[in-house]
């Protein structure tokens, strides 16, 4: 799997957990978008893009498959997250 391009959007109030929403394209044809970016105590994280069922729980509607995948997308976006923010100043 290939990670092409990445986009950043900052939210408008980064004063609570969620900082960001990136985009993912994968392997040039399938793109990932309204990944979330979130501080956590011990860092950032990411959140897959979900939605709210009936019962009030949130299911994914796309998500790795496996950890090493969930590793590398999460390694890649929040590198150009640090990115971001390190050109912010």
Do not use: W
Request: glycine residues 6%; negative net charge; contains cysteine.
């Amino acid at each position: 799997m290939t990670i092409g391009d990445i986009r950043i959007r900052e939210v408008r109030n980064p004063e609570g957990k969620l900082k960001a929403v990136a985009s993912v394209t994968i392997d040039e044809c399938f793109v990932v978008h309204d990944i979330k970016i979130f501080e956590r105590e011990d860092g950032f994280a990411i959140a897959m893009p979900s939605r709210k069922t009936a019962e009030g729980k949130y299911k994914d509607i796309a998500h790795p498959l496996n950890s090493e995948t969930r590793e590398l997308l999460q390694n890649a976006i929040l590198a150009e997250f640090r990115s971001m923010l390190a050109e912010k100043g």
